[in-house]
Structure formats: C-alpha cells, structure tokens
C-alpha cells in the first residue's frame, strides 16, 4: 500500500496547471485490433491499474481493420487533449513500407507517450500438422507446394516473418491476412489454418493447453519463458528474427505536460514488481520508457522493417 501510494504521489505531482486538471473524465485507448490479440491483452492488464493511478477510468476500444490503420488514423485525427490515446504495436512502423499511402504520418501525426514492452512471436502450428520442428515445416511445406496456411495479423511483424519465413525457407505457402492476431489465433485452434507466428503473450496459454505446438520463438535470442525452445534462427534459418513492441502514443500536439503524465503513469504500473512479473510470466519483456526514446525507436525500426518488406515482396491485398 505504501508504494501505491508513494506512485500515485508521484503521478499526481507532476506538470503544471494543465497537467494538474487532467484527467477530468474518462481516457479512451484505441486499439486497431480486435479483442484477444496481445496489443488487447496488455492494455487491458494495464487498464486497471492506470484507472486507480488517475483517477479517472481508462476505456478500451477496439477498431479492427486495415492492419491497424482505422484505429490508428482515428486517433490522429483526435483532439490533442489527452482523452483519445493509441496503443499501438508492430504496424505502427511497418505499414508504411506495406502500404502505397496512409491517411496519416505515423511520425508527425502522433505524440509518442511511452514505449511499453517488447514480445517475443512464437512459431506454432496446429496439432494435426505432422511436423515437430522447423526443419520438418519446411520439408512438409516444400512437399506440399501453395497446399498449407500461415494465418497472420496483418501490417504486423508477424504477418512479415510469414513473409520473412517463405523467402528464407524457399517455401510456397498461403499468408492469410487477418484483422488481428485474435481471429487469426481463432482460425488456428479450430484448424481452419495450419501454422501462425503470434506474440507469446497470446500463445502461451494454447502451448501449455496442447492446443497449439510451439517450434521455434522468433526473436534473436531464446526465451526464459520457454528455454528448451530453440530460436528459428538456430533451428535452421540462419539469422531470422521478428520480434514486437508496444507504444502509447497521443496525437501530435498533445501538451507535453499530459503526456508527461500520462508517461508517467504508465511506466509507475509497469515497473511495480507484481506487473513486471505478471508481464514476464507471459513473455512480455517491460520497457517503460520515455517519449523520447519511444520516438527513437520509431524512427530506427521504420527503416529496418521497409528493408524487409522490400526484400520479401510482401503486400496486403
């Protein structure tokens, strides 16, 4: 109780007088994914907690569609007050390299408040697919050339490492774009597609239920979550790697005092020792950072993913 109260001291004293009157009603997250994927999963773990540090309650939205832009683009075009916020993910900085042209600039439209945490993604497949390792994937992908579904998030860093995958593996094999990693998760556990890169975060139930068989995570090193599974860059695809983050952005304008507190709430509720945990347990690794380096990060992975993008060939029909 004493470090609550100590952290919500520290929310509540900050800014100036703008700051200092907000929030007077409700903040609204907008989140361009449906319910279940694992941008949803954090913001609403988060939620809660955020909610008792300001006072005022933090309302989840969910706007599907476009591989995240509907949302996106709501948000941008929302008043710079602090009470429409987007937690965004991977698309936030792939979909310009996927799309000939948005109906926002994801630099100079958004305000970026905190970068969140980053996840790993996870290579499953469905347990009626014969295969137990990478290595057998891709034999019985290359066997049944155009005959085997990867369903994917589309715009997001997965549905690139499908497309990183095929071109890697040399392998022929549908990438299915779904509105959210929550659908296409759907689809996977009713074996309606056969395999699926996803956020740990929303995998790891499935993997411990026998619902799903892990093969491989996707990031450059192996997680503690998981350490007996190995990476796909060892399992045989010689430097793969696609992993994701999370960022609360604001749109551009926004006073720098809200989103100074607004920051500052976030990253008291991420780095409490119960919601490192929590986030761990579900391979969530928390970053917690500042504006700044949230705008760094940006502005480096933009770059990188278009060098995929371009690489693989992918787009999103």
């Known amino acids: 109780m004493r470090n609550a109260a100590l952290l919500a001291a520290a929310v509540l004293g900050c800014g100036t007088a703008v700051a200092q009157t907000y929030p007077s009603k409700p903040i609204r997250v907008v989140i361009g994914a449906g319910a279940g994927g694992g941008t949803d999963i954090l913001g609403r773990t988060l939620g809660p907690k955020v909610t008792e540090l300001l006072g005022q309650q933090i309302i989840i939205d969910n706007r599907p569609g476009a591989a995240t832009n509907i949302g996106a683009e ?17 698309p936030h900085v792939i979909n310009p390299s996927l799309f000939a042209k948005l109906p926002f600039d994801p630099v100079t439209d958004f305000a970026p408040v905190c970068r969140l945490a980053v ?44 497309e990183l995958f095929k071109t890697m593996a040399g392998i022929d094999v549908a990438n299915i774009p779904y509105k959210g990693g929550g659908p296409a998760l759907t689809d996977l556990l009713a074996g309606q597609v056969e395999m699926q890169f996803n956020t740990l975060l929303a995998l790891l139930p499935f993997i411990k239920a026998g619902k799903v068989r892990a093969l491989a995570v996707a990031g450059a090193q192996r997680s503690a979550l998981m350490p007996e599974m190995p990476t796909v860059s060892e399992a045989g695809l010689r430097g793969f790697e696609a ?75």
Do not use: C
């Open 243 to 317: 992993s994701g983050f999370y960022g609360l952005f604001a749109p551009a304008n926004t006073p720098r005092d809200i989103v100074t507190r607004l920051n500052t709430a976030y990253v008291a509720v991420l780095t409490t020792p119960e919601m490192k945990k929590r986030l761990n347990d579900q391979g969530v690794d928390v970053i917690a950072g500042t504006p700044d380096e949230l705008a760094e990060y940006v502005r480096e992975q933009m770059p990188k993913w278009a060098k995929v993008v371009k690489a693989s060939g992918a787009k999103i029909e």
């Open 74 to 90: 709501l948000v941008a075009r929302a008043a710079p007050d602090g009470y429409t916020l987007l937690m965004a993910s991977s």
């Open 119 to 162: 996840v790993q993604n996870g290579l499953v497949v469905h347990p009626s697919l014969p295969v137990k390792s990478v290595k057998e994937l891709i034999a019985l992908a290359k066997s049944r050339p155009g005959k085997l579904n990867f369903g994917s998030s589309a715009g997001t860093s997965q549905f690139l490492a499908v």
